[in-house]
């Protein structure tokens, strides 16, 4: 197995729960987690309870900001990966990543929206003489 070690200042991508950042690695632990400071958004997080994907009717329906710039996370080695190219001006990266989540998620609307009407549609040839 291939262990990456990396130095404080080191650039890299890295997720933090759902969402994925560049940064740079603050401080490097012997352990299983490195602190990297944010520097731009790759992927927004995603929204809604984890445990229940999809599942708009939870208890909680959680709202994940993206972790701001400068902030400083604990980050799981195993999601951290060394980056040399340019990194993304914070605000342009949040936005970028905030309209694509939002696309992604018109886009599955629209298709469950079509979806619905060809299954409407299969519901009646399949059942006619039922409501």
Known sequence: MNVITFQVGDRVTAEYKTG????????????AKAAVRILAVKEHP????????????VAFFHQRR????????LMPLSTIRPFSGTVPD?????????????????DLEAWARRSLQELDVLQQEYFPNKN
Request: hydrophobic share 35%.
């Open 90 to 106: 914070y605000q342009e990266s949040l936005k970028r990543a905030l309209m694509a989540h939002i696309g992604k998620l018109s």
């Open 66 to 73: 993206a972790l701001s710039f400068q902030e400083i996370a």
């Open 20 to 31: 994925t950042y560049y940064g740079e690695v603050a401080e490097a632990t012997n352990g």
């Open 46 to 57: 995603t929204q809604g309870d984890l445990h229940n994907p999809m599942d708009p009717n």
